[in-house]
């Protein structure tokens, strides 16, 4: 199955229902199942932010399952719809001065046991049993 590698705490955003987008630089033609791995590494100046959830940021593991079900331009106004609908998780995040990408749309996000692994770069490989 495929794998995208998240920094935290924004896979735990996702795994737990608060993000639905992903962003990338890079666009993907890829639709269907996907892996979230929690990447070693942290985005401490977010992390104060979201301290109010009081939510666990495990690292170098897979914690949930989702779809990618589109890959859209981020537009200004895909930006300002996107922080209108959820202020906390999308505002700030794409500034359009200095960013130029791409949301992956993710549907049908659950958690699921974690797995330890490392995780890699792109969309990646693993070898995943429901």
Request: charged share 30%.
């Given at each position: 199955?495929?794998?995208?590698?998240?920094?935290?705490?924004?896979?735990?955003?996702?795994?737990?229902?608060?993000?639905?987008?992903?962003?990338?630089?890079?666009?993907?033609?890829?639709?269907?199942?996907?892996?979230?791995?929690?990447?070693?590494?942290?985005?401490?100046?977010?992390?104060?932010?979201?301290?109010?959830?009081?939510?666990?940021?495990?690292?170098?593991?897979?914690?949930?399952?989702?779809?990618?079900?589109?890959?859209?331009?981020?537009?200004?106004?895909?930006?300002?719809?996107l922080s209108k609908k959820d202020p906390i998780v999308y505002?700030?995040?794409?500034?359009?001065?200095?960013?130029?990408?791409?949301?992956?749309?993710?549907?049908?996000?659950?958690?699921?046991?974690?797995?330890?692994?490392?995780?890699?770069?792109?969309?990646?490989?693993?070898?995943?049993?429901?």
């Amino acid at each position: 199955m495929k794998v995208i590698t998240i920094k935290q705490l924004w896979a735990t955003l996702i795994a737990e229902g608060y993000k639905e987008y992903e962003f990338r630089t890079w666009k993907t033609k890829y639709r269907g199942d996907i892996l979230i791995h929690a990447g070693k590494g942290i985005d401490k100046k977010a992390m104060e932010r979201f301290e109010h959830l009081n939510l666990e940021y495990p690292v170098g593991q897979i914690i949930a399952k989702a779809a990618i079900t589109d890959c859209i331009y981020v537009d200004e106004e895909f930006a300002q719809k996107l922080s209108k609908k959820d202020p906390i998780v999308y505002k700030g995040l794409i500034n359009k001065d200095d960013w130029d990408g791409y949301g992956f749309k993710l549907e049908n996000i659950e958690k699921i046991n974690p797995i330890e692994v490392n995780g890699k770069l792109s969309l990646w490989d693993y070898d995943y049993e429901n």
